[in-house]
């Protein structure tokens, strides 16, 4: 019988621990704390992006010096695949070490993301030993591990996506570093013609590895940041709508559709918008799906509500849209849609200001305070 224990599970675990100690030491820094949060958030920020750049650099040259000093430790050898007998040649040191290389940077990389994750949750307050499942939960965020806690509810963002155009999505998102250094080589190549020599190709690869592991960085900083100014954010919205909606079965009958399109349109589902369901499908005691479909005439059943209540699941819409910290294309669409058919009263241009004072720290009262 197989023990019921993978590698994944030994990786989490690893982190989870990794993650508890940094923010318990990190609670203790910030006990006291009284100043601006969103000056700490940037220092974090600048210092984990930094590192990240810096593996991303370290990596393309620890992978290719070696290669120039010691050339024959690195040589091809021939190899022939049986059945269609076709010869292929590689070094098979260079792979193993190409692969020791990867490890490495990963390692690295997700102890930075652990740690930063770890200070902006402390800074916030947040108590590992008294919140098991939001640890496990902001520990997937820094292992960039959270894209499926959305299933957790049976909300889809790709629910009208073919099997193939999603399988395209994931790949290209796991391959883009390997595509942009690919394409990069190859402009560079054809800029400087015969001086693009191998050094200077294979060097070319720095600043391309370098900015995605800041980006990647940047991203998970983003999310924390997120998830922890909604989690203060989410049990007063939460509080407000229970208030005025829990005796109107039709507002509890629209919450899953209503979050099932807020992830359509933002082809995404972020920590923020789960916690953001998960608080409010129990709040109004609605059961948890395995899976869930937007019915097809949820737009018009909204248009037909009464006035009051169309304005909440207005309301709901526009929270979950800007709860991430940011308004895309697709979203201003939907609001400037809801506008037109009269379900919120607010223009684009109030939403992106709320959004940008809620990224800095504030509410957004104004919206459903009377």
Known sequence: MKPDINISDITDKTAEKFFRKKTTLFRIKYDDFNGNPEEVIKKIKLKTLSFAALYGTLGVLFLYIPQYLFPGQFADT?????????????????????????????????????????????LYGFNPDEKETE????????????????????????????????????????????????????????????????????MAGIPIYAFWNAYASAQIIRKTDMRMKASLMIVKLAKHFKTKYEKDPDFGMLLYDTFEFIALTKKSFYPSDLIFAKHFLKTFNIKIKDEHQLSEDYFETVKSLPEDLKLGIGQLLVLGFLLDGKI???????????????????????????????????????????
Do not use: C
């Open 78 to 122: 021939a190899y022939t695949i049986p059945l269609i007998n076709y010869k292929i040649e590689f070094s098979t040191f260079g792979l193993f070490y190409g692969f020791f290389l990867v490890g490495v940077e990963i390692w690295y990389l997700m102890k930075g993301d652990l740690k930063s994750t770890g200070e902006i949750a402390a």
């Open 135 to 202: 640890t496990t939960e902001l520990v997937k965020i820094a292992l960039n591990k959270d894209r499926k806690k959305y299933t957790e509810i049976g909300i889809n963002p790709y629910q009208n996506f073919s099997k193939p155009g999603l399988l395209l999505i994931r790949l290209m998102y796991l391959v883009k570093a390997f595509l942009s250094n690919f394409v990069f080589k190859i402009i560079i190549k054809r800029v400087i013609g015969r001086l693009a020599i191998r050094e200077v190709v294979d």
């Open 328 to 370: 895309g294309a697709f979203e201003i669409k939907i609001i400037k849609k809801l506008k037109e058919n009269k379900i919120i009263p607010y223009s684009v241009d109030e939403i992106k200001t709320w959004t940008k004072n809620y990224t800095l720290g504030h509410g957004f009262e104004e919206m459903y305070t009377e």
